[in-house]
T-cell receptor
Framework: AQSVTQLDSQVPVFEEAPVELRCNYSSSVSVYLFWYVQYPNQGLQLLLKYLSGSTLVKGINGFEAEFNKSQTSFHLRKPSVHISDTAEYFCAVITGNQFYFGTGTSLTVIP | DAMVIQNPRYQVTQFGKPVTLSCSQTLNHNVMYWYQQKSSQAPKLLFHYYDKDFNNEADTPDNFQSRRPNTSFCFLDIRSPGLGDAAMYLC??????????FGPGTRLTVT
C-alpha cells in the first residue's frame, strides 16, 4: 500500500515566485511527517517535521508546511524561491512504526 | 558536531570484485539504516539494525550484507557487484523509529 504520495515529479518555478510541493499520506493511525531536501550528490537533509502540536510547521531555508488531517496532506511551501532551492524534495511519514519515503519532487528554479 | 559520516564519498569497483562501504555516527543512535538510491528515485531501504538486531528487507538481494560491530559503526558489503548495483548508498541513523539523520552518501561506480 502506498503510504506517501508526491503528486508532482517535477516542478519548475521562476525565481522569487512562490512554490508548493504536494504530499499526501494514507494512514488511519497517528503519523509523524517529514520533508527532506537532497542536493546533487549529497545525502538527505531535514527541512522540517511535524510530530504534534501546531499544524503549521516552519523549517529551514524559509520553508513551511501545514499538516491537514482531514485531507491527509502535508504540503511544503515557500513564498519566494531562490536559485539555490533547486534540489530534490522528499516527503516521508512514520506510521505503524514504519518509515516511508515518497517518490520525490524535483524542484527547478528558473532565473 | 554530532553527525553521520560515510567513507569513501566515491568508490569505483570492478564487476564482481567485493566492496565495503562504511558508516559511522557520533549521535549515539540505536538504529542504523542502509539505503540504495538510483538516479531520480527515492532511497530504497536495504536493511537496518535496531541495536544489534538485524532487519533485512524482503527484496534486498543476497549479494548485499551488513555488519554492525558496535553502536557507532555499520558496514555495507557487496559480495559481487554487478553493473546494476551502481548507485548512491546512503547511511542514516535514528533514535528508535523516528527522524532519520543521513550521511552524505557514497557514490558507487561499477566498471
Amino acid at each position: 500500500a502506498q503510504s506517501v504520495t508526491q503528486l508532482d515529479s517535477q516542478v519548475p518555478v521562476f525565481e522569487e515566485a512562490p512554490v508548493e510541493l504536494r504530499c499526501n499520506y494514507s494512514s488511519s493511525v497517528s503519523v509523524y511527517l517529514f520533508w527532506y531536501v537532497q542536493y546533487p550528490n549529497q545525502g538527505l537533509q531535514l527541512l522540517l517535521k511535524y510530530l504534534s502540536g501546531s499544524t503549521l510547521v516552519k523549517g529551514i531555508n524559509g520553508f513551511e508546511a501545514e499538516f491537514n488531517k482531514s485531507q491527509t496532506s502535508f504540503h511544503l511551501r515557500k513564498p519566494s524561491v531562490h536559485i539555490s532551492d533547486t534540489a530534490e524534495y522528499f516527503c516521508a511519514v512514520i506510521t505503524g512504526n514504519q518509515f516511508y519515503f515518497g517518490t520525490g519532487t524535483s524542484l527547478t528554479v528558473i532565473p | 558536531d554530532a553527525m553521520v559520516i560515510q567513507n569513501p564519498r566515491y568508490q569505483v569497483t570492478q564487476f564482481g570484485k567485493p566492496v565495503t562501504l562504511s558508516c559511522s555516527q557520533t549521535l549515539n543512535h540505536n538504529v542504523m539504516y542502509w539505503y540504495q538510491q538510483k538516479s531520480s528515485q527515492a532511497p530504497k531501504l536495504l536493511f537496518h539494525y535496531y541495536d544489534k538486531d538485524f532487519n533485512n528487507e524482503a527484496d534486498t538481494p543476497d549479494n548485499f550484507q551488513s555488519r554492525r560491530p558496535n553502536t557507532s559503526f555499520c558496514f555495507l558489503d557487496i559480495r559481487s557487484p554487478g553493473l546494476g548495483d551502481a548507485a548512491m548508498y546512503l547511511c542514516a541513523t535514528s533514535r528508535a523509529v523516528g527522524e532519520q539523520y543521513f550521511g552524505p552518501g557514497t557514490r558507487l561506480t561499477v566498471t
